[in-house]
């Protein structure tokens, strides 16, 4: 509120504008203004590639609280879920009472018991408030409820029958007293006969008087009001003319036209030309055909042309004559800006991060925009009022009110003002509350005008913002507190063990005496660090307790662009931080390359062929031939609706035909040196990619050597499974959020398969041994990929595994097969269209058909849940059943140096990815509407860019109402463990993470490596966390613990019989 | 062997009545039924009615029937007035293909809406809608006289404006939905005036009279030329709005703002064609007349030249599939214009089913375009066809923009239709504004001052 400066009467609007008369702005106002607004634009780019972020980005300097009220304010989107889901979850028990409570009792700190009046202390004041709804409405919507419901002649239903008789029996008390002091009123006063209804009335009725006297010698309250910007908010305002539509209409097609990359058959003429000269050119035809609007606005670029304008110069003369001045301006840029927040970020990614897309922007585009925008609102507006005048062609509204001259008078002053509260709406507030905390009518009499001021101030600092900010606390820490407690019932952790004779091959001798550090170990996982795959460890460790799992961001630390046989462009495979800096190529094997050869022809004659019948059925003649055959796409489409699985395992089989040749390898390795770069094998590929093709030994060797080391793996079992992951479904534009995040969107598969060749190479192992890490002969690491849709799992370059190696493979085939299963099974207890009662084999099939399925909405429920993160040894959370809601990332805080060198660079990755993943979800769950973009169901693919809702829509960005409905929205919990001293100097050393910290866009905490004592951050330091006494629930195993269940689940201890 | 076809007719059309009776009514009374079962409820209705039409279609052809009409009588007779609402359905050659067509689609999109509407808060209405939708098809589809195909036409834009504002918590999918049934009622009151008119020409409105009881395609009219030129003109701008021909194809990619199967079907697939299929089943009456044939002939190919050229510069997949449909519709009129009658049925045909499949899958789009870049090794041409690019270059502009503005058809409609309805309005309100005055004395509030 401190940025709203205080209410300005119109005479002192009018005396400004005196002294301030219109200025013309100079460029480089415009330009900082531009720059300003960029921030608030949303920062999604192509949808092709979808990178989870913060949606609020742009106010990560801020404390979280205030930067979702500044949000709010920018973008009218909610803040927190609404009070009366709050409410819901309390009753449901998903927020306890005392959750609301501590939160309170924290938050107030020393000033919760200061009295307020009464003897009622601001706690309670608050609590009463937090705990039970306070409605509140329109005016006319109260003096509705006051004369036509019983709120005057019942107390509220929340009010408990003890407080009720305590106000009763103060007003009875009083009465007696004072018989002749009576207060005046409209009903006579009840005497000692009249029954308690008759009382009940008579003494709300007398509340509610003396609410509006208390009411009315307060000050001016404001209300949490968004303020009008622009010229089109008081025109809409005022007459209900909305001037935006049909200037989002046009801006929604000839963007679409703009940005197209390459799907309108017939494309925009001479597109390469600037935004603005593209339009002018457009929009400067005149036809008898338009609307006068049109006309208008054609007059205005002919006037631009005349005067020779460029973009800027256009802009400034915009806002000359739309009477802009110098205060507001940003406000004013920002929201003309946010009026298509969609489209115009898109035109800034395309501008700015999109060199990698068919047709990005040239630079100054978005400048460009504006000028165009702001062409087309005038022209809007003006004809706006000329149609207002026609209309009310009445002597009595006078001639020019509605003029520009006039609405950016009001403007400037509804810039500057707020909506204030009314007596009704106060004195129903006050009414509320006194009823639920006991004050009688005859106590508030005595109140003086200052204590009803102080009174009034303490109600509106618990507005519903501040209520639904304390809710959202209590809801968080009902997690929290859960999460943490379960964490310390784990057991302790063993005592770190002796220092090893040597880094030699001892730590590895399997056939040695199995004590509890050298227990067998049957095979080892790694896989990504993603919530999804909390599951499928879990499961693998089930059903077999000697396997051990991993996890570790999922381009394991292998950053590249990768093409793989069938592909036509590279895509980066690493997060989006990363540039990488090597090309990696997927070819044939020797044998197969003719055969391939053949396939890629075959491929190259039917994807023409395809495309030809596509485009061919949109136009005249070819479209005529096709739909007069038409009757032939009955059989595919009742066969991929009605058995999407079978339809997709034949078209598969088809498919074999043409499908490229499973025999390939991966072009790993830097085969030539630099200089002959020329004479690469990859005759397609960019000269960047034949410079930097493959990686030298010393690099492999480094990144083996680094992920290993952040992973804490030093013991290696006979065979190593490291799975990338991905996710493929139909009919499903955002696909690729389903994907790897750490792979920038990407399916991690070819990462995963690049890793363990590089660790089973013989060079690069002696290399590593060198350097102090052995990494045993026996053992091998197969590079794998998981489906997390399907639940599928491919395994790469088996054929290469040694002989002597089949048998562990097999063996290990069977139980990743039946994990699969299991975690299917468990993902199934989801799906609504699943029942519940499904048999693991039975759910594996049902989600291989739903990512074939062209009519399913929700093919998986990708980050959805999310909402914990552990940083550390797999130990300290195995066993744990989290419910498919962690990222678990793998950290050996005890091979950790001093510096904490592993822990940093693991941090640095991983709190901005999680933090992103976890507050988009946040945000997109909040405000499906603003934030997110609404409900799948009518989406619609535009300029192969992004989705638009309907027919024409602003482009939709953030996460589907199917992708998040599950989703509880709150903070992610960082648990790291290692010791609050060693996070808080990474903490300061890394201003990036510090800030996602300090501002509190995620919670922490810290488990110590030696023991289960949890602190947890607060305001710049760690704070000891005291379990609570609560025991955790405990199965046999998973399947027990979410057997027919389908909501969320708590967490719970397994294997315990 | 009359019994049975009897039979049979009365479970295509009466299966699809009791869904409706069935959903409409629990719906009515608040107890909406799970949706595993209104799921099968559609299912097993759909499958019976396409099981019967195919029963019907094998009779047909083993006894060489080529036309069966059950007449159910009259539903109102009032006779001084001489007014009767005559309820007949008609089985031909026409007919049972269009419904067999109907079944397969509608079943289909049944079942894919069950998935993938699946838990959504306007489930149980789109189901209510969806067979509204299905029994207003068969009625237009199977009727023998113009009141019933009427009725049949009424139920479809009823449903398809509603399903056009299914979201109806955003604001535009109300607004268009509000636009596409304005439309809709230009052409049903053109559909009601050439149905008075028949009666009052011919004093029934029973197709089969009317061509001398001889089976579709054969038989020719006994109107005057006078009558069937009027009547055939207003039965033109019924077609024009109801298909979306010139001037009013801009409501068709409005109307994709329901969920994506309800727009497949509906308005990409079904709906569509009603138009076609009104001018096909009277396509006897105005044999004879070349005006109609020639202006029918004009209306279809200005259409598909417009949507043609419309549809290439769409950048949405929805928009530009929509007007690839307005464009084979075109088409379509002009075989009917031509005489080509079997051939704008198959047409109508295989243009519903790959419209519904295109429609389907087009969320699908960017992993199409990925796998056929990958399969050709490059970026995709758009195929701009050789005789734009030859254009010179500030032709090609206009003639962009005229595309990217639709042809301006939605603003002219507002123009020459709406401006005026609303003026009228304005100056009644204001009418009533000073009457009231007048009546109030001064104190009457004119309006809120803002």
Redesign the interface.
Known sequence: MEDHPGPDTYQDIEQKKLNTTTVAFSPEQVHHAIEHAIHYLPSQGP??VFVHHNTLHAFEHLPFELAVIEGWKKYGAEPYLSEDRYRQEFFRGRIAQQDIEQVLTMDLAHCADEPIVLGTTRYELRLAMLMHPIRNGPDEELRWFIAETNALRAFRDDVSPSLESKIIRSVQQWMEQNSQAVPASATTAPTAESGAEQWKSWTLEWLHRVCITGASVVGEVLNDAIPVRRHRDIVL???GIDCDVRVNEQLI??L??A??Q?????????RDRPLFKLFQ???G?R?V???NW?KELSDLIAQDRAADRSSIESIIHSLKSLGLREYGLDDFIDSTLLSLPGWTGMIWQLETNAEWT?RPFRSGSLEDYLAIRLLLDRASLRSALGQIAE?ES?P?VQQGSLSMERLSQDLQFHQRRNVRQTVDQRAFILFQVAQLLGWSPNELESLSTPQWQNLMDEISACGTMERRRLLHLAYERHYRIEALDAIASQPPPPPPPPPLPGPGPASTNLESQPSESQRPISFQVITCIDDREESFRRVLEEIDPSIETFGAAGFFSVPMYFRSS????YIPLCPVVIKPKHFVDEIGQLSKQELQKRQ?EA??V???A???L??G????AA??L?????????L???AR??APRLTSRIRELVAQVVKPNQATLLLIERIWPETKADAGPAE?AAPEAKLNQGFTLEEMANMVQRLLGDLGLHRFARLVYIFGHGSSS????H?SAYNCGACGGGRGGPNARAFAMMANDYRVRKILETRGLVIPESTWFVGGYHNTCTDSVEFFDIDRLAPSCHMDFLRAQAVIDQARERNASERCRRF??ASLGLKPTEALRHVEARGE?????RPEYNHATNAVCFVGRRLRTRGLFMDRRSFLTSYDPTTDGPGSEILTRILQAVIPVCAGISLEYYFSTVDNAIYGC??K????????LGV??????DLRTGLSQQMV?IHEPMRILFVIESTPKAVLEILARNPVLDRFVSNRWVQLATLAPDSNRIEVYQDGGFVDYQPTSISIRVFTDSYACYHHQRDHLSFARLGVQ | MVSVMNCLAAIVLGCPILTLLILGFTGLVQRPLPERLVDRLTKFHVAMGLVATLGILGIMIGTNHSMEVLDLGNFVEIGQEHFHFHLEFIFDRLSVPMVLMTFVLVGVIGSFANVYLQGDAGYYRFFVCFSIFLVGLLFAFLAGTIETLFLGWELVGLSSALLIAYFHERKSPVENGLRVWGIYRVADAAFLMAALMMHHWTDQGEFLRMVNDQPWPQGASHLDPWASLWVGLLLLIAAAGKSGLIPFSGWLPRAMEGPTPSSAVFYGALSIHLGAYLLLRLAPIFADSLVIRVLMFALGALTAIYAAMTSRVQTDIKSALAFSSVCQVGIIVMEIALGFWYLALVHIIGHAFLRSLQLLRAPTLLRDYRTLENAIGGRLANGQPAWISQMANHRQIQWYRFALERGYMDSMIDQALLEPFRKLFKAFERMENDWLRWLDGPSWPRRKDP
Do not use: C, K
């Not at chain 1, 139909?730 to 534009?733: I, Q, W």
């Not at chain 1, 169901?937 to 192969?944: G, V």
């Open positions: 949808i092709a305002g005022s007459h097609r000839f679409g036209s940005t197209d390459g799907f309108a058959q017939w494309g925009l003429p001479d050119e457009l929009y035809i036809s055909f338009q609307p049109l068919p209309l009445q009595s069938s592909d036509a462009h890629a491929r190259r039917l994807g023409h395809s495309h030809r596509h485009m059925s949109r136009s005249l479209g005529t096709t739909s007069l055959l038409g009757s032939l796409a009955s595919p489409m009742v609706v009605l397609s139909l009919n499903n534009p696909e609504t269209s399925d062209l009519a399913q909405a609404g409900s169901l009518p989406h619609n693919i535009t300029s192969l638009m809702e309907g027919a024409a829509s409905e």
